[in-house]
């Protein structure tokens, strides 16, 4: 059974601060791997998702991903946070007909 | 363009009494229908899938059921509710091709069950 693993859960960063969180996953075979986030309010909405080829992703916001097979990792950056930039963030991965979510990491950015 | 639709957005149920949400798609045919729970503290959990009308596969067993009645409608219901059943619900809804396996959201029931 495939699951993933978000290490942080409650991120606190200040404004200009960089993000990096933190997904592991556990899975055999090939995967497509989600980032999903849920601002205060609003519905759950695709931040990025790596299908193939170059493993460096680019989502919306300035959001980036990097997925690293060798650590089975596909961890989340952002070079300057922004205070709208608070939300629950839920790493993904999808290894056959559904979506297994990490338990998502709540950021909090402080003007 | 596609939408979903879930309700209601909030509700308050005693325990023992029945459920029922619903979900619907618009803008696209024979979707991939999805049921998920998110509990306080943790992550989403799928419940069920259905790659068609009348077709429905359960990822855990529980106290819920979900129906398909109709190619956009997505149902899960239950006759008895217990308190753990409380929760955030999420419907959502991917291509039928699973050509990009991306799943598109609804806006969740707030279900609490008391």
């Known amino acids: 059974a495939q699951s993933v693993s978000q290490h942080n859960h409650h991120v606190i960063l200040s404004e200009a601060a960089s993000l990096e969180l933190g997904c592991n996953y556990s899975y055999g075979g090939t995967v497509n791997l989600f980032w999903y986030v849920q601002y205060p309010g609003q519905h759950l909405q695709l931040l990025l998702k790596y299908f193939s080829g170059d493993p460096l992703v680019k989502g919306i916001k300035g959001f980036e991903a990097e997925f690293i097979k060798s650590k089975f990792s596909f961890n989340l950056r952002k070079p300057s946070v922004q205070w709208s930039d608070t939300a629950e963030y839920f790493c993904a991965v999808n290894g056959w007909r559904a979506l297994t979510f990490g338990s998502g990491t709540r950021l909090q950015v402080q003007p | 363009s596609q939408t979903i639709h879930q309700w209601p957005a909030t509700l308050v149920q005693p325990v023992g009494s029945p459920l029922s949400l619903e979900c619907t798609v618009e803008?696209?045919?024979?979707?991939?229908l999805y049921w998920y729970r998110q509990a306080a503290g943790r992550g989403l959990q799928l419940l069920f899938y259905s790659v068609g009308i009348g077709q429905i596969s359960s990822e855990v067993p529980q106290n819920l059921s979900a129906s398909r009645p109709q190619d956009r409608q997505f149902i899960l219901s239950s006759k008895k509710l217990l308190l753990s059943d409380s929760g955030f619900y999420l419907c959502?809804?991917?291509?039928?091709?699973?050509?990009?396996?991306?799943?598109?959201f609804g806006p969740g029931t707030r279900l609490t069950v008391l």
């Open positions: 803008g696209t045919s024979n979707p991939n």
């Open positions: 959502a809804w991917s291509a039928p091709d699973w050509s990009t396996d991306t799943q598109y």
